[in-house]
């Protein structure tokens, strides 16, 4: 397993993402990969609770008995670790997990998350429609939170040094605008992987209808109000073929 060890040399930086967050007593803050403790000490001065989740085995041991009475230490994969409860997220986020780690944190209850993640990641999770980088990671990120860079850091923070720069973003957790079904969320991932076409060309690339009355836009030019009309006339587009598809039978 590659584990994307990129260990912050910055207490400062350690400091300002607690701060970012507004830690205080009351709260419990899942940092996912701990590494050596940079961040996770001055969490455990702050918070009410730590959970680290760390994948490496090795890193596990050297951390037991090192953490503070408060920092529950949780062995293995964030990906499929169970979760207790936690209401923020602190983390300079493994890079290899950052977009599945993403889609799993949006799915869960929380208020507030700062996260290192690399730049060009992070110029993504906060792209709005028409922005060069909106991809599907931008819709689902607008659709959960507000999300904002705060801060970019140079390679030069850590070791060993990675080849591009981090960034430093904070999302708040907001209430969904409006129901999604996985089907949307499917309809999302179809549609995106033809990010600059014409909508109508995606549509039919995805081998959905086509007949919408935003098919002459980019794909990537269409906020969530407007996906989610597009969708919405697909299904109803579908239903009605379904229904004289059953009638002829
Ligand atoms: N927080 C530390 C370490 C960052 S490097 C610091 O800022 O210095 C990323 C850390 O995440 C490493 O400790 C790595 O072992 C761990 N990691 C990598 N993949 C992981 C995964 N899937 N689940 C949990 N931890 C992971």
Redesign the pocket.
């Known amino acids: 397993?590659?584990?994307?060890?990129?260990?912050?040399?910055s207490k400062t930086v350690?400091k300002s993402l607690c701060s970012a967050a507004q830690i205080s007593k009351n709260d419990t803050v899942l940092?996912?990969?701990?590494?050596?403790?940079?961040?996770?000490e001055e969490l455990s001065l702050r918070a009410g609770k730590v959970i680290a989740?760390?994948?490496?085995r090795d890193?596990c041991k050297l951390l037991e008995g090192k953490l503070s009475n408060n920092v529950q230490l949780i062995s293995?994969?964030?990906?499929n670790?169970i979760l207790p409860k936690f209401n923020k997220i602190v983390?300079?986020?493994?890079?290899?997990?950052s977009s599945p780690?993403l889609f799993r944190l949006f799915s869960l209850d929380w208020e507030k998350a700062v996260l290192?993640l690399q730049k060009e990641f992070a110029l993504r999770l906060v792209a709005k429609a028409g922005d060069r980088n909106y991809s599907r990671l931008s819709v689902a990120s607008s659709f959960y939170c507000k999300a904002k860079i705060l801060q970019t850091l140079p390679p030069t923070f850590?070791r060993p040094k990675p080849k591009v720069s981090a960034a430093v973003v904070l999302l708040e957790k907001a209430e969904p605008p409006f129901e999604a079904s996985e089907e949307f969320w499917e309809f999302i991932n179809k549609i995106f992987q033809h990010r600059k076409k014409i909508l109508r060309a995606a549509l039919k690339s995805a081998k959905l209808p086509t007949e919408t009355k935003f098919g002459s836009r980019r794909v990537f030019t269409l906020n969530l109000s407007e996906l989610k009309q597009v969708f919405e006339e697909i299904c109803s587009v579908q239903t009605i073929k379904n229904q004289v598809s059953i009638r002829k039978q």
Not at 31 to 40: D, H, L, W
Not at 76 to 79: E, H, Q, V
Request: no cysteine; net charge neutral; hydrophobic share 50%.
């Open positions: 397993m590659k584990l994307s060890q990129n260990f912050l040399l350690a940092e996912i990969g701990p590494g050596k403790r940079i961040i996770t989740v760390e994948a490496d890193l293995g994969d964030f990906l670790v983390s300079n986020l493994p890079f290899k997990i780690a290192i850590f």
